[in-house]
Nanobody
């Protein structure tokens, strides 16, 4: 299983980015999916996940970020609006075969390489 995140970059506060995660031929239908991020000196945290049709957002991103999927393409996305400097981190997409609802790193076993998001003026 290979996941590849893309779409990161440098953006000014208040700006937007759309992250994409391609899985090639891997089907997402039977997995939990999620976006995580890790800022320098901090632990990796769950940003948004979909498990059994339920969507989770971290409190810090609610109302600003939107997770979506295109199961036919085997792709997932994270639309990020109203970006803040504290959103600066390496963002990772992940898939979980354990089918556990918590949006935590331990519940995800397939990871893509991260994409850097920097929010700065």
């Amino acid at each position: 299983v290979q996941l590849q995140a893309s779409g990161g970059g440098l953006v000014q506060p208040g700006g937007s980015l759309r992250l994409s995660c391609a899985t090639g031929s891997f089907t997402l239908d039977y997995y939990d999916i999620g976006w995580f991020r890790q800022a320098p000196g901090k632990e990796r945290e769950g940003v948004s996940c979909i498990s059994d049709g339920r969507i989770y957002y971290a409190e810090s991103v609610k109302g600003r970020f939107t997770i979506s999927t295109d199961y036919a393409k085997g792709a997932m996305y994270l639309q990020m609006n109203g970006l803040k400097p504290e959103d600066t981190a390496v963002y990772y997409c992940a898939a979980g075969s354990f089918l556990r609802p918590q949006c935590t790193e331990a519940n995800y076993d397939y990871w893509g390489e991260g994409t850097q998001v920097t929010v700065s003026s």
